[in-house]
T-cell receptor, first 115, second 109 residues
């Protein structure tokens, strides 16, 4: 199984809502990533988890809260988002951070709209 | 990580080879060159990577110049399904992917 799954595919939320994005992989990978992608722009790295510990936070606002409950699962909790946070949120995984090479497998993304 | 520069867009006739260039003039000796592509509104897909030698797999070939300051991704027989944005990334061990703006390839029937 070389697939990264993300749920939901689409999410519409108001600025006062709390919601969560979910990402799952069963490849035994120990590194997992969240990216944000605005329309017609490249993906931007948000967070990196290595062995279930947060290793990189790219100065992401606290209204985005990542969580890695186990090695297969990665969540992104959303609270008090702004309309400009509307984007495609991509999850990825790789064997581990620090390998000689580091192929990342991406999920299909969650299309988030904040009203 | 080295900055990469790619043309904004390219066209290629269906069935012909698509040659996508990438400049990475500040690449260091331990930085790999990765290529990914992203078909509209899907997650990026790994294509190929290399360090010094040319590489080939079932999807593409990667040609890296001897001084490693540039590379070319070759799709030998482009199809309409190859229309996508192609990203070239120079990455050192332990570091992360920082995507450049990529090349939007359009395969024309």
């Amino acid at each position: 199984d070389t697939e990264v799954t993300q749920t939901p595919k689409h999410l519409v939320m108001g600025m006062t809502n709390k919601k969560s994005l979910k990402c799952e992989q069963h490849m035994g990978h120990r590194a997992m990533y969240w990216y944000k992608q605005k329309a017609k722009k490249p993906p931007e790295l948000m967070f990196v988890y290595s062995y279930e510990k947060l290793s990189i936070n790219e100065s992401v606002p606290s209204r985005f809260s990542p969580e890695c409950p186990n090695s297969s699962l990665l969540n992104l909790h959303l609270h008090a988002l702004q309309p400009e946070d509307s984007a495609l949120y991509l999850c990825a995984s790789s064997q581990e951070v620090g390998r000689t090479y580091n192929e990342q497998f991406f999920g299909p993304g969650t299309r988030l709209t904040v009203l | 990580d080295a900055k990469t520069t790619q043309p904004t867009s390219m066209d290629c006739a269906e069935g012909r080879a698509a040659n996508l260039p990438c400049n990475h003039s500040t690449i260091s000796g331990n930085e790999y060159v990765y290529w990914y592509r992203q078909i509209h509104s899907q997650g990026p897909q790994y294509i190929i990577h290399g360090l010094k030698n040319n590489e080939t797999n079932e999807m593409a070939s990667l040609i890296i110049t001897e001084d490693r300051k540039s590379s070319t991704l070759i799709l030998p027989h482009a199809t309409l399904r190859d229309t996508a944005v192609y990203y070239c990334i120079a990455l050192s061990t332990g570091n992360q992917f920082y995507f450049g703006t990529g090349t939007s390839l359009t395969v024309i029937p």
